[in-house]
């Protein structure tokens, strides 16, 4: 079963911030917060991902609270193509680890 | 990213034929790899994970006579759906790790397979 909850839709206006929120309560010290996507009909595309610290990069930022029980991703300026079901994934790091997808948050960007 | 590619991107077969479907790494050597299956308006549920050049490990409840896997290169796996049904109608979609702690998991593109 996943070990997330994320809210099932969002809407966000283009050009906005998306800020996407994640609660992970039972995540344990070496598990990894991961953020992939899947615009519709496509795979699913690596976001970014992070331990305890926040990160950056060219896709989006991710704020994991203090305690890590939870995180946000953030996409700082959205565009009509970031629509998307975005899934929030806690796992330990590393290209072996099978990833557990939940339901994920229907993002969609309006003009 | 690196990239994974899937083949055929999709496919309709008649009840009761087999269906190959091929996974491959184009830029990296996938020492795992996974399958994943999604129904319509659903999440991905991963059906099994193979190492190269071993048996693969299959999640409950999914049938390994039935949905045969071979990873025999490190850029190659394939999944067989055997004596397809309409009830396997799906969107298959394979991703690729290279192990390391830094290394991460890539997606292909997906198979819709459809069965009539």
């Known amino acids: 079963d996943a070990k997330t909850t994320q809210p099932p839709s969002m809407d966000c206006a283009e050009g906005r911030a998306a800020n996407l929120p994640c609660n992970h309560s039972t995540i344990s010290g070496n598990e990894y917060v991961y953020w992939y996507r899947q615009i519709h009909s496509q795979g699913p595309q690596y976001i970014i991902h992070?331990?305890?610290n926040n990160e950056t990069n060219e896709m989006a930022s991710l704020i994991i609270t203090e305690d890590r029980k939870s995180s946000t991703l953030i996409l700082p300026h959205a565009t009509l193509r970031d629509t998307a079901v975005y899934y929030c994934?806690?796992?330990?790091?590393?290209?072996?680890?099978?990833?557990?997808f939940g339901k994920g948050t229907k993002l969609t960007v309006n003009p | 990213g690196a990239v994974v590619s899937q083949h055929p991107s999709w496919v309709i077969c008649k009840s009761g034929t087999s269906v190959k479907i091929e996974c491959r790494s184009l830029?990296?050597?996938?020492?795992?790899m996974f399958w994943y299956r999604q129904f319509p308006k659903q999440s991905l549920m991963l059906m099994a994970t193979?190492?190269?050049?071993?048996?693969?490990?299959?999640e409950q409840g999914v049938e390994k006579d039935k949905f045969l896997i071979n990873h025999a290169s490190l850029t190659l796996s394939t999944l067989t759906v055997t004596s397809a049904h309409p009830e396997d109608s799906s969107f298959y979609i394979c991703?690729?790790?290279?192990?390391?702690?830094?290394?991460?998991?890539?997606f292909g593109p997906g198979t819709r397979l459809t069965v009539l």
């Open positions: 830029d990296f050597q996938a020492t795992t």
């Open positions: 992070g331990l305890k």
């Open positions: 193979s190492n190269e050049g071993s048996k693969a490990t299959y």
């Open positions: 991703s690729g790790g290279a192990g390391g702690p830094n290394n991460e998991q890539f």
């Open positions: 994934i806690v796992r330990l790091q590393g290209g072996s680890e099978k990833l557990v």
